[in-house]
C-alpha cells in the first residue's frame, strides 16, 4: 500500500501545518514543503501546481 496520497489542488494553500512531497521517479517521494512553511501563492496558480502528496499519517491533520 502506498503511504502517500494525491493532495487535492484547491487545497494546497492551505496545507500550512502539513509537509508535502513531490514524487520523484527515480528516488521516490521527496519532500517539497516542510511543515509550518506557507507555499507562496502567487507563484502558482492551483493549475499549475504540481502533483503534491501527503504523507498518509497527516491525512487527518489535513482534513481539520
Not at 49 to 60: A, E, R, S, V, W
Amino acid at each position: 500500500m502506498d503511504k502517500y496520497l494525491l493532495a487535492r489542488k484547491t487545497q494546497i494553500p492551505n496545507y500550512y501545518e502539513i509537509p508535502l512531497y513531490i514524487l520523484n521517479q527515480e528516488t521516490g517521494y521527496v519532500l517539497y514543503k516542510p511543515a509550518n512553511k506557507k507555499i507562496d501563492k502567487t507563484q502558482y496558480t492551483i493549475d499549475n501546481y504540481p502533483n503534491l502528496y501527503i504523507h498518509i499519517d497527516d491525512k487527518i491533520n489535513a482534513t481539520n
